[in-house]
């Protein structure tokens, strides 16, 4: 069974960067398949962020892609998210996920909350 | 990129038989046999219920059904039970490489 936890601070101020980190149990992401982050504002629906393979490669939602960086640590068996010049806007449920087939995540993280405040 | 678009809520009694449509364009639900289905529970991470179009997971049960007719995609919850009972998000693959999600629809059994 396949797991994924994500890791970072809970709160981050106004203009900073936000980062999290998602660690992956009992699958080597060296093995295949894309990851994902997936977050979630309060009371809305899912928002995709962006994904990566374990060679690099890397796709991101044109909305954030100006502020946002996927990366990989095969050695770690890890993956990480960063979200530079953050708002209000951006506070939500930040998930992991592995993505089985484009667009199919099926196995997730629990979720971390992050909110932007000072 | 637009959410695509779901009802905002769909009731039925149990044992019915409910459906979920799930509006895109061409460019993302009609173009691709990418479309997944999403069970969230409150408080818990989406759980995939459906992907590329009709296929299931293992463990899902078989009364979820997905389905395409052009730009709409739709799923079918048969003999409605009060687990069902949940938020229920579409996502499709899009033309742009990325992905996007539904507004979501609420399940309520009655």
């Known amino acids: 069974q396949v797991q994924l936890q994500e890791s970072g601070p809970g709160l981050v101020k106004p203009s900073e960067t936000l980062s999290l980190t998602c660690s992956v149990s009992d699958y080597s992401i060296s093995s295949g398949y894309y990851w994902g982050w997936i977050r979630q504002p309060p009371g809305m629906g899912p928002e995709w962020i962006g994904n990566i393979y374990h060679g690099g490669s890397t796709y991101y939602s044109p909305s954030l892609k100006s502020r946002v960086a996927i990366s990989v640590d095969t050695s770690k068996n890890q993956f990480s998210l960063k979200l530079s010049s953050v708002t209000a806007a951006d506070t939500a449920v930040y998930y992991c996920?592995?993505?089985?087939?484009?667009?199919?995540?099926?196995?997730w993280g629990q979720g971390a909350l992050v909110t932007v405040s000072s | 990129q637009s959410a695509l678009t779901q009802p905002a809520s769909v009731s039925g009694s149990p044992g019915q038989s409910i459906t979920i449509s799930c509006t895109g364009t061409?460019?993302?639900?009609?173009?691709?046999?990418?479309v997944s289905w999403y069970q969230q529970h409150p408080g818990k991470a989406p759980k995939l219920m459906i992907y590329d179009v009709t296929k299931r997971p293992s463990g899902v049960s078989t009364r979820f059904y997905g389905s395409k007719s052009g730009n709409t995609a739709s799923l079918t919850i048969s003999g409605l039970q009060a687990e069902d009972e949940a938020d229920y998000y579409c996502s499709s693959y899009t033309s742009s490489s990325t992905y996007v999600f539904g507004t979501g629809a609420k399940v309520t059994v009655l």
């Open positions: 996920a592995r993505e089985m087939t484009p667009g199919s995540f099926d196995y």
């Open positions: 061409s460019s993302d639900v009609g173009g691709y046999n990418y």
